[in-house]
């Protein structure tokens, strides 16, 4: 069992360039959250998806951040035009059903310069 | 809206045990759960409060009182690898189910 596997573990990125964040949740989970964290704080809420629904994305700024949980493959969170304040490490998380108890993957450390 | 507090930081020493408090304000509170984080690594679940009382796994217990909106992460036992951070985050059904964590509190286990 492979666990939620994120990728890329680092990305770097110029202002204004696209980032693209994979998730693959473990085996038999149908429920993905991706959350955000800066250095020293906790982990921000973003999105909660299940397959093929977005079921809450309240977290998530309104512009150029979008996420998707397609039937088959990874869920991809996307960042359009990234700014510096987007530099943060973003978690995916997945459970068989509700938020009791989430495994998380091992992060993805996004650098814009 | 929602608030968490806990201790920005616990230090302790090896062998010791320490108890790190979690109050919370929501409505529709579901449960309470406790995280691990190492060095701003994955986060790994603990354990896991949706009535009150004491739950036990090896050297961690928590403990919930929903009366009071408070809760505990206690460790027994304190090693050097156990210096992490603890997040509280509580699931709450009106805000959609979901997990919403903590500022983290950072402990330091000294020798």
């Known amino acids: 069992n492979a666990g939620v596997m994120q990728n890329p573990r680092h990305l770097v990125r110029r202002r204004g360039q696209e980032a693209r964040l994979r998730c693959s949740p473990m085996?038999?989970?149908?429920?993905v959250y991706w959350y955000r964290q800066l250095p020293e704080e906790g982990l921000k809420f973003m999105v909660y998806l299940q397959k093929e629904n977005i079921i809450d994305e309240s977290g998530m700024p309104k512009e150029r951040f979008s996420a998707e949980f397609p039937k088959e493959g990874p869920s991809i969170l996307r960042i359009q035009q990234v700014v510096r304040g987007d530099s943060a490490a973003y978690f995916c998380a997945s459970s068989i059903s509700g938020a009791n108890v989430l495994t998380f993957g091992a992060g993805s450390r996004l650098t814009v310069l | 809206g929602q608030s968490l507090e806990q201790p920005s930081e616990v230090t302790a020493v090896e062998g010791a045990i320490v108890q790190i408090n979690c109050t919370y304000q929501?409505?529709?509170?579901?449960?309470l759960s406790w995280y691990q984080q190492h060095d701003g690594g994955a986060p790994t679940f603990l354990s896991y409060?949706?009535?009150?009382g004491l739950e036990e796994t090896g050297r961690f217990s928590s403990f919930l009182s929903r009366s009071d909106s408070y809760g505990y992460l206690l460790l027994q036992e304190l090693q050097m690898k156990d210096s992490a951070s603890y997040f509280c985050?509580?699931?709450?059904?009106?805000?959609?189910?979901?997990?919403?964590f903590g500022q983290g509190t950072e402990l330091s286990v000294k020798p």
């Open positions: 929501t409505s529709g509170f579901y449960g």
């Open positions: 409060n949706g009535l009150d």
């Open positions: 985050a509580v699931i709450s059904r009106n805000q959609g189910g979901k997990l919403i």
């Open positions: 085996k038999g989970h149908s429920h």
